[in-house]
């Protein structure tokens, strides 16, 4: 077969997130993903090496979805004083944008659990790095004395948690509310009452 233009494994990932939002990794094979992403079955196997390497290549795909879109919203809006509610909005918005990428998580729930353990950390760390600056540039009362570590890992968690445990695409309001619920319990024990945030 012919390859057509353009990155291969960039077709090949797209091919085969849009096959498992549709059905169970069980249900696709190396020959449909080679065709639907116009390439050689060999080129599948160059970049991936078999089926189970290419279905973890999807999940870090799907990662990086995330990552990119969240690091452009905070270039779009660097300002700390709203770094929450950017950072927030951002990972809520990914369901919005790429829907295919929650249908996977919902068909294949144990591949989006080994999914978000190998990620977690790695999210908690880049959302702590962006949320550095809120932090430190806002009064005590705000985040209620938590550490920007400790507030990135209740986002990722509330995060993660409305994307597993969906009624619908989570909302950027539910998610703000999540969180600000969550700050407001932390800041009862721990001093002053948190503001809602926006």
């Not at 993903?33 to 279905?55: E, I, M, N, P, Q």
């Not at 998580?105 to 959302?127: H, K, N, S, W, Y």
């Not at 994307?163 to 700050?183: F, K, M, Q, T």
């Amino acid at each position: 077969m012919a390859e057509q233009r353009g990155d291969g494994r960039d077709r090949i990932l797209a091919a085969t997130l849009s096959m498992l939002a549709r059905r169970t990794s069980g249900g696709i094979s190396v020959s449909e993903v080679s065709t639907r992403a116009s390439v050689s079955r060999s080129t599948v196997y160059h970049h991936f090496g078999d089926k189970v390497g290419l279905l973890q290549a999807v999940g870090l795909h799907v990662a990086d979805i995330f990552k990119d879109a969240l690091l452009a919203a905070v270039r779009a809006q660097p300002d700390p004083q709203v770094r929450l509610e950017v950072v927030i909005d951002a990972l809520a918005a990914v369901g919005h944008r790429h829907p295919e990428a929650l249908q996977l998580l919902a068909r294949e729930p144990a591949f989006g659990m080994d999914l978000l353990r190998t990620v977690f950390a790695e999210f908690v760390t880049l959302v702590d790095r962006l949320l550095v600056p809120a932090v430190r540039d806002s009064d005590t009362d705000r985040f209620a004395g938590i550490s920007s570590a400790e507030l990135a890992e209740l986002v990722v968690r509330i995060v993660m948690s409305a994307y597993l445990i969906p009624a619908s695409i989570p909302e950027v309001g539910d998610v703000r509310s999540a969180v600000s619920a969550e700050l407001f319990l932390v800041s009862r024990s721990r001093g002053p009452v948190v503001p809602a945030i926006g």
